[in-house]
């Protein structure tokens, strides 16, 4: 069974650039939620899908946005690229989503780099 | 003063020697996550309990709802034990975690 995956795993933007990075969960997930890590804030939930609605969002600034697609692959865009927004950003998929939470399954990343 | 808490910071463990990291918590939760991330990036889930105890291999998990804390155990400690190890805690609805700082782990031999 494959896990999740993220793409680009890695990839460098200039700053006010935007970027859109991809997750493609567990078959059969409908849950994705998606976080940020740096080193100086740690991990931080940046929002949470399922079944193509944001059911839930971290303190982020509108920079921020992400949506679902029907068949529960998920994107996340940050526009207006800020040096601060370099990070690892990390994408999880649950299946167990009728308590509105179940065991995680983590992708392996995407590292932006903002210049 | 973050909503989760974690101790230690840091911890250095020869091989064998029985380890707990502990978690603290200052608000309710539905749930309570541990983590592991080796150098890397990758993140593991290890557990997701609610209450009670979780025992996996050499890892178990505890939790204390009403004092609000857990703690994660690794008996016989390993080298590839060597990770930061993160609780992170749903509160209210859906998935929305809040994570502690993490506790680096380093096993040696």
């Known amino acids: 069974k494959a896990g999740v995956t993220q793409t680009p795993r890695y990839l460098i933007k200039t700053r006010g650039q935007q970027v859109t990075l991809s997750c493609s969960p567990i078959?059969?997930?409908?849950?994705v939620s998606w976080y940020q890590q740096t080193p100086g804030q740690g991990l931080q939930f940046l929002f949470e899908y399922f079944s193509e609605t944001q059911r839930n969002k971290g303190n982020f600034p509108g920079r921020f946005s992400g949506r679902q697609f029907s068949n529960s692959r998920s994107e996340m865009n940050v526009s207006t690229l800020e040096l601060g927004d370099s990070a690892l950003y990390l994408c999880?998929?649950?299946?167990?989503?009728?308590?509105?939470?179940?065991?995680?399954?983590f992708g392996e990343g995407s590292r932006l780099t903002v210049l | 003063k973050n909503e989760v808490e974690q101790s230690p910071q840091n911890l250095t463990a020869q091989e064998g020697e029985f380890i707990t990291i502990n978690c603290s918590y200052s608000v309710g939760i539905s749930a309570l996550h541990w983590l592991q991330q080796h150098p890397g990036g990758g993140i593991v889930s290890l557990f997701m309990l609610s209450s009670g105890k979780k025992k996996h291999g050499r890892l178990i998990a505890t939790i204390n709802i009403q004092e609000k804390h857990s703690s994660l155990h690794i008996t016989a400690s390993h080298p590839r034990d060597s990770a930061v190890y993160i609780c992170a805690v749903i509160t209210g609805t859906a998935s929305k975690l809040t994570f502690g700082t993490g506790t680096r782990l380093q096993v040696t031999l």
């Open positions: 078959s059969g997930h409908r849950s």
């Open positions: 999880a998929s649950s299946l167990d989503a009728r308590q509105g939470y179940g065991e995680l399954f």
